[in-house]
């Protein structure tokens, strides 16, 4: 597994893949050609069918700022290695003096056409498993968060005091804001409505919702976020993690160590499956972002790491084959919502393991092979492109 740094990264929204990886790989072919009079981006796949929604043409313009560059959508073509495709060329005067096929495989990552999708490659961990995780953290008798200082060093603490820091602006700037989201679909932000809610009749639901909006219609509003794995699914942590500790008055380095521990899941989960929702659906965000949620939860609530990775699991059972059909190709409808629902299911699951204990048969393990499995065989129009579901039936 790589640093759970992979996992946990500022930017603008809406989306990780479709606006954050598109931005970081236009800045590196820019640098890279600065000689260049012009570019162009030519986007396949997923990026092509819902990159309008996403604002991906917008963001690649945005970071080529004064450069000209052309952004074309080719509906056609898709690339087996991954739907995310993006090639870019750039031209001094009439010549073409340099193009890259890049791809953006999620969470804001990039890979090379064909480089090796060696999901063990930049590890910094010994396991790339939970269960071996187990069997380690059990012998040396250490929690979660101890295993991931172990392998990440001091420096992660820093780091995501700084996501902390975020994560906590970006709630508060989405609780004060009112208004429409852009785009079209003339979705109203709810959050602030939510929140004075909570402030007249104090109960956890309201402010678990008001959160969760908060940080979502930010991310719909192309502001700047965390990823918690992904931008779409970016309220579900926050919301669990802010709404615990506002209501348990517990302080920040607790909050860091449960980030700790929502990391490493959501780190075992991009090391073995993806989540990216144009890979496998929405189960690998939504659902991923709940398992993240869940786990960390049940960290702050004293849990075992066998009652955390039972956590984990329910979380992500339970979203299994969960489809990924955003309408118009916005990150409104359903994911607003949906990180609303994810984020109470997170509060759910970790009642549930304190009525039941750690006992159970499938394992995380085996739930993000299930995950994965399930997301590959799902039809294209279920993966990011706004052909098939919700998209389809809004519109008729
Ligand atoms: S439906 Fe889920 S996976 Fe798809 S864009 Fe929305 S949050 Fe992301």
Same mark, same amino acid.
């Given at each position: 597994?790589?640093?759970i #740094?992979?996992?946990?990264?500022?930017?603008?929204?809406p989306?990780?893949?479709?606006?954050?990886?598109?931005?970081? +790989?236009?800045? #590196?072919?820019?640098?890279?050609?600065?000689?260049?009079?012009?570019?162009?981006?030519?986007?396949?796949?997923?990026?092509?069918?819902?990159?309008?929604?996403?604002?991906?043409?917008?963001?690649?313009? #945005?970071?080529?700022?004064?450069?000209?560059?052309?952004?074309?959508?080719?509906?056609?073509?898709?690339?087996?290695?991954?739907?995310?495709?993006?090639?870019?060329?750039?031209?001094?005067?009439e010549?073409?003096?340099?193009?890259?096929?890049?791809?953006?495989?999620?969470?804001?990552s990039l890979?090379?056409?064909?480089?090796? !999708?060696? !999901?063990?490659?930049?590890?910094?961990?010994?396991?790339?498993?939970?269960?071996?995780?187990?069997?380690?953290?059990?012998?040396?008798?250490?929690?979660?968060?101890?295993?991931?200082?172990?392998?990440?060093?001091?420096?992660?603490?820093?780091? $995501?005091?700084?996501?902390?820091?975020?994560?906590?602006?970006?709630?508060?700037n989405?609780?004060?804001?009112?208004?429409?989201?852009?785009?079209?679909?003339?979705? !109203?932000?709810? +959050?602030?409505?939510?929140?004075?809610?909570?402030m007249?009749?104090?109960?956890?639901?309201y402010?678990?919702?008001?959160?969760? $909006?908060?940080?979502?219609?930010?991310?719909?509003?192309?502001?700047?976020?965390?990823?918690?794995?992904?931008?779409?699914?970016?309220?579900?942590?926050?919301?669990?993690?802010?709404?615990y500790?506002?209501?348990?008055?517990?302080?920040?380095?607790?909050?860091?160590?449960?980030?700790?521990?929502?990391?490493?899941?959501?780190?075992?989960?991009?090391?073995?499956?993806?989540?990216?929702?144009?890979?496998?659906?929405?189960?690998?965000?939504?659902?991923?972002?709940?398992?993240?949620a869940?786990?960390?939860?049940?960290?702050?609530?004293?849990?075992?790491?066998?009652?955390?990775?039972?956590?984990?699991?329910? +979380?992500?059972?339970?979203h299994?084959?969960?489809?990924?059909?955003?309408?118009?190709? $916005?990150?409104?409808?359903?994911?607003?919502?949906?990180?609303?629902?994810?984020?109470?299911?997170?509060?759910?699951?970790?009642?549930?393991?304190?009525?039941?204990?750690?006992?159970?048969?499938?394992?995380?393990?085996?739930?993000?092979?299930?995950m994965?499995?399930?997301?590959?065989?799902?039809?294209?129009?279920? !993966?990011?492109?706004s052909?098939?579901?919700?998209?389809?039936?809004?519109?008729?």
């Amino acid at each position: 597994m790589e640093s759970i #740094k992979e996992i946990f990264k500022i930017g603008y929204g809406p989306s990780s893949s479709h606006t954050m990886g598109p931005a970081i +790989a236009s800045k #590196k072919f820019l640098d890279k050609n600065p000689q260049a009079t012009h570019f162009k981006c030519i986007l396949y796949g997923s990026l092509a069918q819902t990159g309008k929604g996403h604002l991906t043409d917008y963001i690649i313009k #945005k970071t080529f700022g004064d450069k000209k560059v052309e952004v074309v959508f080719d509906y056609n073509k898709v690339y087996e290695y991954h739907p995310n495709g993006m090639h870019f060329f750039a031209y001094k005067d009439e010549s073409l003096v340099d193009d890259w096929l890049v791809f953006s495989v999620g969470g804001g990552s990039l890979k090379e056409h064909n480089e090796k !999708r060696d !999901r063990f490659y930049n590890t910094i961990y010994p396991h790339q498993k939970m269960n071996n995780i187990l069997d380690y953290t059990k012998k040396i008798n250490i929690s979660f968060d101890e295993y991931v200082l172990k392998y990440e060093g001091e420096s992660i603490i820093h780091y $995501l005091y700084n996501i902390l820091h975020q994560m906590k602006k970006t709630v508060n700037n989405g609780l004060f804001t009112d208004g429409i989201l852009p785009g079209g679909l003339k979705v !109203r932000r709810k +959050a602030s409505k939510f929140y004075a809610k909570y402030m007249k009749n104090p109960c956890l639901e309201y402010l678990v919702y008001a959160y969760a $909006l908060a940080s979502s219609e930010e991310n719909a509003s192309g502001h700047i976020i965390v990823t918690a794995p992904t931008c779409g699914s970016c309220g579900v942590v926050s919301a669990v993690l802010l709404s615990y500790q506002k209501l348990n008055q517990i302080d920040d380095e607790k909050l860091v160590k449960a980030l700790m521990v929502a990391g490493l899941i959501g780190n075992l989960v991009k090391t073995n499956a993806s989540i990216s929702g144009a890979e496998v659906g929405c189960q690998g965000e939504i659902g991923v972002a709940c398992s993240m949620a869940a786990a960390a939860l049940s960290y702050l609530t004293g849990k075992t790491n066998e009652e955390i990775e039972y956590a984990a699991e329910i +979380a992500l059972e339970h979203h299994l084959g969960m489809t990924c059909d955003p309408v118009d190709g $916005l990150v409104q409808i359903p994911c607003i919502e949906r990180n609303a629902v994810a984020s109470m299911q997170a509060y759910n699951i970790e009642k549930y393991i304190e009525l039941t204990g750690s006992s159970h048969s499938i394992t995380l393990d085996s739930v993000i092979s299930v995950m994965d499995e399930t997301g590959r065989d799902m039809h294209a129009k279920y !993966r990011e492109t706004s052909t098939g579901g919700l998209a389809i039936h809004k519109k008729g």
